[in-house]
């Protein structure tokens, strides 16, 4: 007997509705005729009238696998006051919001990141989420602290959310001395992935800062996640841009496709045919690109044609690039908006990155989806017979409505398992 069987769902690219069939956490059919053959398959002791333990006919709706949240700040989400949400201070700089987040991290104890992180990570579930890349402060002045608590968070949450933690050098990798060291020991503790963020590293050169992370990749066998081109700039020649300097590293060390590039928002300041070539050779490079559509951040110097700090999405897209889109900040000193829901990033890059076609739609709910779990190298990810069911069933009859109509996420997978239902928004309308 299957354990669950999930009927009537519509998926991309299928011309009708479709049945999906999980067992043992896995999908193992997915078809519009799948009853028949599914009997064939799994033999005796199979009941024609209870096909599977739990059946589950879904109308017609939209299903994905889950989301992916390629790029959170875990360690420092909702750290903002819950009850008034929004930015405590005024905006100063972008050196500013991290001078404050700075500040207010030396409060933070171990128990109430975790309480944070964990509330955070029960938050992007709900919305959907069932894996997500944790960026995590590591550095001199708070140690291992964020890393040991992420940690607690990605074994105690690891059966509702799939958690990577990106070692991430908040001051740097090279300002300080000792700092190596203590990423080799965060990747002892439990870290996954190598970050970096060339402009946090004051006084040292963008190019030795990537360097210095690609070192310490190969060294310890891990992927690589870096902040690059995070601040505008009045223009950019193609050996200014941070992500052109990653990708020829990358083709350099044979480490296509486990390279991924977070804002690339001096991108857009570069002349289009240097962006063109350096996006030329990110598609080459095979490096993940992971766009926040953070309009709220960038730009606040200019005093006319205001700059909203987005990378060139659709011409990385047209370019073969592997795209997608994230929150980055929730609730916290960098960002204080933001509900960790993908469908809502997603209308907000409609908007900001100019993607309003169906189609457009369509390939934006691949971003957060399909191409964030390849930016991540989840294995075993998707609809298909032998991925894992990871699984949310919208409101929607299709990938546009959903995102246009931030429809609610009825049901939420997380390998097979039920781990989050929401009820449709109802209203009452009296009309007489
Ligand atoms: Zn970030």
Known sequence: MIDLLLRNVVTAGAPEPVSVAVTGGRIVAAGPELLPSLWEGLGEGLSKAIPAREVFDAGGRYLIPGF????????????????RPGRPEPFVSMAGLNAAIERRRRAFTHEEIVRRATAAVHLALRHGVTALRAQCHVDMEIGLKHVEALQEVKESCARLVTIQIVAFPQQGLLAKP??????????????????????????????????????????????????????????????????????RRTLEYGYQGRVTVGHACALDSAPPDVAREAIALLKEAGVSVISQPDLYRLGRDDRQHVRRGLTRVKELLAAGVNVAYASNNVRDALRPLGNMDLLEEGLIL??????????????LLRMSTNHAARALRLPNYGLEPGCVADMVLLDAPSASAAIVGQVEKLRVYKAGCLRAVNQPASSQLYME
């Open 178 to 247: 000792g700092t190596l060291d203590l990423f080799r020991e965060a990747f002892r503790r439990g870290a996954d992935v190598v970050g970096g963020a060339p402009n946090l590293d004051s006084g040292h050169d963008f190019r030795d800062h990537v360097d210095a992370a690609f070192a310490l990749a190969l060294e310890l066998d891990r992927d690589v996640d870096i902040h690059a081109d995070l601040a505008l700039k009045p223009s950019a020649a193609l050996d200014d841009l941070e992500v052109v300097h990653v990708a």
């Open 68 to 83: 992916v949240e390629s790029h959170l700040h875990l360690d420092i989400a909702l750290s903002n006051d819950a009850r």
């Open 350 to 363: 409609a908007y900001g990155a100019h993607m309003d076609t169906v189609a457009e739609l369509e390939t």
